[in-house]
């Protein structure tokens, strides 16, 4: 079922929430991201907000992202040296993700940078840990494990249940 008819997070066939993260990234990657949403999607337990599948035509773009990052449990964002360059709205995403992260008690996980190919992290994220996703496979399987446990403490944190 769609989240658009039933509340974001809550799974329409139990009824059980779920995480919601926010995947920020550059228009350039978005093939890299919708595998890793794919990806999250299979674990049963977490619902990310892809701006593909979350933004129904007709709807004002601008708006349905800055609620989707107010609404969304943590926001994951994709590092890239394309998106470093870039100008316009990965850079507006993350600061409105910035803005949301001051609201939440000190030492919450919300913003999880994650590097997808060799590039620098901006100033304004430095001082959360990132995670390099790419290079050999099994490195990008250690990382994932390594983000899922990030999510997984985060949804406990919230009371949502991690299958």
């Not at 995947?23 to 977490?46: D, H, M, P, Q, T």
């Amino acid at each position: 079922m769609d989240r658009h008819i039933i509340n974001p997070g809550e799974d329409a066939e139990s009824k059980e929430p779920k995480l919601i993260p926010f995947l920020c990234y550059a228009k350039e990657n978005k093939s890299v991201v919708r595998e890793f949403s794919e990806r999250l999607k299979a674990e049963g337990w977490i619902d990310p907000w892809f701006d593909e599948e979350d933004i129904l035509p007709g709807q004002v773009w601008q708006d349905s992202v800055a609620l989707g990052v107010r609404n969304s449990h943590a926001v994951m964002v994709f590092l890239s040296r394309v998106a470093m360059a870039s100008e316009g709205f990965f850079h507006k995403e993350m600061k409105l993700a910035l803005e949301t992260a001051a609201e939440k008690p000190e030492g919450t996980i919300f913003i999880i940078p994650i590097r997808i190919n060799d590039c620098e992290v901006p100033e304004m994220l430095a001082k959360f840990q990132y995670v390099d996703y790419f290079g050999r496979e099994e490195n990008k399987t250690h990382v994932y494990s390594h983000l899922i446990a990030a999510l997984r403490v985060r949804a406990q944190h919230l009371g949502i249940k991690t299958m």
